[in-house]
C-alpha cells in the first residue's frame, strides 16, 4: 500500500448548477492524501429538518492528489421522527449544499455552499427528470401514442411531453397538432374545438406546407359546421401528398354529416387501399372500417359487407375481436349460424376476451336452437345459455335484425318474458331506444313490449327515454305506437316542459306540440 501523500486532505472548490432535466449538478476539486483509505466523498442538500449525517446523499470513492469530479446531488428526504428518512408529497426547501470528505464525522473535511433550492415533491421530481432527460423525438412518439390511447390520464402525461418539448422548440408544428388532439379529447365541444383550431393555426404558421395539419383542420372544421371550410382544407392536404389516412376517414366524416352517404363510402375505402400502413394510422383505418359497416347495415348490402369482414380480419389478424364481429355478421344478417359459431369460437380460442365474442357464440346457438328439436335442440339452448345468458339484452341484440324475430318468438314461448327485467329495471325495449336502435324498438313493439313501463332509477316511462336522449326518430316511433306526449310526465314535470328545457324548436315539434316564440 503506497504510503500517503504530503499535507491535508482539502476540498478545493465546491459549485452547483442546476441542469436542463432539473436536477443539481456539483462541481468538487479536491485534495485527497489517500487515508484514511476507506474515506469517500459526500455531496448533499441540507435545510431545516434535513438528514445531517455526513454519510448522507450522493457519494464517490476518492482518488488521491488533485482531483476535479462532479456529481449529482440526490434528493434530500427529510427526517420525521428519529433516523428514519420519508418521502414527501410536498415541495422541499434547503438552503445549502455540504461536501465532504468522510471516513467518519469526527475527522471528516467539509466545505458548505449557501445556495436555496426549492425541490419539487419526490414523485414529480423524478418524473421530471426522467422526461427531460429523454431526446425530444422520443417525447413526441410517446405523447402521439398516449394520445391514441385517449385515456385521461394517458393524455395528461401526453401534454406534459408536448409542453416539454415547446418548451425547447416553440416551432415545432407536429408538437402544436397533437395539442390539438389533446384539446379536443380532453374537453370535447365547442371550447375544445376552438382551443385545437388556434393550435392548428399556430401549426400553419411554422409550416405552412403541413399535409396533417390541414388534415385535421378539415376535422375541426366539420364538427364545427364549416363544412366549406373543412372540405377546402382536405382538399389543400390532398393535393400537397399525404400517407395520412385520417384525411379520407376525416373527409368520409364530413361527407356524412352533409347526408351524403354514397360519398361518404368512396372516402372511407380510400382509406383502406393498399397496405395497412402498422402505424398510427391503423386507427384511421379500423375506424373508417366501422363506419363502412355501419353504412352498409344502413343500405342492407350484404355482399359488401361480408368482404368487408373478410379484409377487415385478414388485415388485422392479430386482433381475434374483428373474427368474433364477422360472427355475428353471419349469424344474423345471413342466418348461417353453423358459420357464425365456428368464427365465434376461433375468436374465443385465439385470445379475444370481450364480451362480445360470448354474446356471438351464443346468438349462434340460439339461432341453431330454434332450428332444431329434440336432444340437439336441448345442447344448443344449454350453450347459448352459457355465453349469452336469457335477459333484456338478449332480447334487444336479437331484435336488431329480422331473423332474430323466430328466435324471441320461441323465447318467449319458452317463458322468457318480452319485458323481462333486467337490472336498473331495464328493459330490451328500454335497451334499444337508449341505443338508438329504432328498428329494433320497432320489432319489439310488434312483439308485444310495453312503452308504459317505468324503468331506470327515476322511475319514468321509458317512453320518456328518446325525449331525454333528443332522439327524434325515437319520439315518432314513440307517437306512432300511441304515445301522447302531450299527456306525458315524469313526476311533476311534463314532456312539454321537459322540452322546452332543451330549447330545440324541432325537438318540440316531433312531440307534436306547439312551437312558441319568445
Avoid at 209 to 217: E, F, H, M, R
Avoid at 319 to 347: I, S, V
Wanted: some cysteine; hydrophobic content about 40%.
Amino acid at each position: 500500500m503506497n504510503p500517503p501523500l504530503s499535507g491535508e486532505n482539502a476540498i478545493e472548490l465546491l459549485d452547483v448548477k442546476k441542469q436542463k432535466n432539473g436536477a443539481y449538478l456539483a462541481s468538487v476539486k479536491y485534495y485527497f492524501t489517500g487515508a484514511p483509505a476507506h474515506a469517500r466523498l459526500f455531496v448533499s442538500a441540507k435545510g431545516e429538518n434535513s438528514n445531517e449525517s455526513l454519510f448522507s446523499g450522493a457519494s464517490k470513492p476518492l482518488l488521491r492528489g488533485h482531483n476535479a469530479i462532479e456529481i449529482e446531488i440526490g434528493y434530500p428526504y427529510m427526517h420525521q421522527r428519529g433516523f428514519e428518512s420519508t418521502r414527501t408529497e410536498k415541495a422541499i426547501n434547503t438552503d445549502r449544499v455540504v461536501a465532504a470528505i468522510v471516513a467518519n464525522e469526527k475527522d471528516a473535511v467539509v466545505s458548505t455552499k449557501s445556495l436555496s433550492i426549492v425541490w419539487p415533491p419526490s414523485q414529480t421530481y423524478h418524473e421530471n427528470k426522467s422526461l427531460l432527460s429523454q431526446p425530444l423525438d422520443k417525447l413526441y412518439d410517446e405523447a402521439v401514442t398516449m394520445i391514441d390511447d385517449g385515456f385521461e390520464h394517458s393524455l395528461a402525461s401526453a401534454k406534459r411531453r408536448l409542453e416539454i418539448i415547446l418548451l425547447e422548440q416553440p416551432q415545432n408544428a407536429p408538437a402544436h397538432i397533437e395539442l390539438a388532439r389533446v384539446a379536443m379529447k380532453t374537453n370535447w365541444g365547442p371550447e375544445g374545438l376552438f382551443q385545437a383550431e388556434q393550435f392548428i393555426a399556430t401549426a400553419l404558421k411554422y409550416d405552412p406546407n403541413s399535409a396533417n395539419a390541414k388534415v385535421l383542420q378539415g376535422y375541426v372544421f366539420a364538427h364545427q359546421k364549416k363544412y366549406a371550410e373543412a372540405e377546402k382544407s382536405l382538399v389543400e392536404a390532398r393535393d400537397k401528398g399525404t400517407k395520412n389516412l385520417w384525411l379520407w376517414a376525416n373527409w368520409g366524416d364530413l361527407l356524412e354529416m352533409q347526408g351524403k352517404s354514397a360519398p361518404a363510402v368512396e372516402k372511407y375505402l380510400q382509406a383502406l387501399q393498399g397496405e395497412r400502413p402498422r402505424n398510427t394510422y391503423d386507427r384511421a383505418r379500423e375506424y373508417s372500417y366501422r363506419k363502412l359497416f355501419k353504412l352498409y347495415e344502413k343500405d342492407d348490402v350484404i355482399e359488401r359487407t361480408e368482404a368487408l369482414h373478410k379484409q377487415r380480419v385478414a388485415d388485422f389478424s392479430e386482433q381475434p375481436c374483428h373474427a368474433a364481429e364477422y360472427a355475428m355478421f353471419k349469424t344474423t344478417r345471413q342466418g348461417d349460424f353453423k358459420a357464425g359459431k365456428t368464427l365465434a369460437q376461433d375468436a374465443i380460442g385465439n385470445g379475444c376476451k370481450r364480451d362480445t365474442a360470448k354474446q356471438a357464440l351464443g346468438i349462434s346457438s340460439y339461432y341453431a336452437w330454434a332450428n332444431s328439436t329434440g336432444e340437439q335442440a336441448l345442447n344448443e339452448q344449454s350453450q347459448a345459455r352459457i355465453n349469452f345468458p336469457e335477459s333484456p339484452m338478449l332480447l334487444a341484440e336479437l331484435a336488431r335484425f329480422e331473423r332474430g324475430v323466430p328466435v324471441i318468438k320461441k323465447l318467449v314461448a319458452n317463458g322468457l318474458q318480452i319485458d323481462q327485467m333486467g337490472n336498473e329495471r331495464s328493459t330490451a325495449l328500454a335497451i334499444s331506444l337508449t341505443q338508438k336502435e329504432h328498428a329494433a324498438a320497432k320489432r319489439l313493439l310488434r312483439l308485444g313490449a310495453k312503452h308504459t313501463i317505468t324503468t331506470q332509477y327515476g322511475d319514468y316511462p321509458l317512453s320518456l327515454i328518446p325525449l331525454m336522449n333528443r332522439d327524434i326518430d325515437g319520439i315518432k316511433l314513440m307517437r306512432e305506437h300511441g304515445v301522447d306526449y302531450s299527456k306525458l310526465k315524469w313526476g311533476n314535470t311534463s314532456a312539454a316542459e321537459m322540452a322546452k328545457r332543451f330549447g330545440d324548436a324541432d325537438l318540440i315539434k316531433a312531440l307534436g306540440l306547439p312551437v312558441t316564440r319568445a
